[in-house]
């Protein structure tokens, strides 16, 4: 990794060199100034970092946890909440020597794993083996919760299947309740639906009445009268504008 001014230039200060026997997928910045660095490394400068080590602005490492934090497999991301503590996403079947503990992990401010999270995670999909597919990313819902993006399928005990997203609380729990406003604007998308659904079946009627009148029409067309042309007309001209209406109503509804 690298730190660039705001001009552009490399900042020499901040010099990690090559302290990272592995690849760095994601750099935060925390609350404190400093940065956490996660990715598939197990050693900065020597010292055992498995996957995320705490620098300061000069690339030194601060990390306040020690070298047993963390897991031979890769972490991908990480977001720190409110209270100091860290939600890790990742490729882990393991983290801090806990084997529940599968591909997210929280930890608090000193790097302690809170073993309450990794329990109501892993009930999610009933503490089965987590070994195909990663949790790329954790992204921070506007209501307090979190959104894990990846490349996985959890099944739930419910039957319920969650493919590559998933809402969980910053305790690990699944998240699947409507708030009032989905539950207000579902609401509203049925009363919608049902007085569209009435106008389509008005409609039909309307059109099947002028389809008839123009089958009824077009069987006189020999030696029609004036009369029978003009009423014949008329009767297409209302089953092409049923016809249109019908597209609409039915685009409303599908829209409802």
Not at 31 to 39: E, I, K, Q, T
Not at 40 to 47: L, M, R, S, T
Not at 60 to 75: E, F, Q, R, Y
Request: charged share 20%; net charge negative; hydrophobic share 45%.
């Amino acid at each position: 990794i690298a730190k660039i001014n705001s001009d552009g230039y490399l900042n020499d200060s901040f010099d990690p060199g090559s302290a990272f026997d592995g690849i760095v997928h994601s750099v935060q910045q925390l609350s404190d100034g400093n940065l956490l660095v996660v990715g598939g490394f197990q050693n900065y400068k020597g010292k055992s970092r498995r996957g995320l080590v705490v620098l300061d602005s000069n690339a030194l490492d601060v990390t306040p946890w020690g070298g047993n934090v963390g897991s031979a497999g890769v972490i991908y991301h990480a977001v720190q909440l409110g209270d100091g503590s860290f939600i890790l996403g990742g490729d882990f079947e393991q983290f801090s020597n806990n084997s529940l503990t599968q591909k997210v992990a929280r930890i608090d401010a000193k790097g302690v794993l809170d073993t309450q999270f990794t329990e109501n995670f892993s009930s999610i999909y009933q503490q089965k083996k987590f070994k195909q597919g990663i949790v790329s990313e954790v992204l921070e819902h506007p209501d307090g919760n979190l959104i894990l993006v990846g490349d996985f399928n959890i099944n739930t005990g419910s039957g319920r299947r969650y493919t590559n997203i998933i809402k969980i609380s910053p305790m690990g729990e699944l998240i699947t309740g409507a708030s009032p406003e989905d539950i207000l604007a579902a609401d509203e998308a049925r009363v919608a639906a049902e007085a569209v659904e009435a106008q389509l079946a008005a409609l039909q009627a309307e059109l099947e009445t002028a389809n008839l009148a123009l089958d009824d029409a077009l069987a006189a067309v020999e030696g029609a009268t004036p009369e029978d042309i003009a009423a014949a007309a008329a009767a297409k001209i209302a089953a092409e504008t049923a016809a249109a209406e019908l597209a609409t109503i039915q685009a409303d509804l599908e829209a409802a």
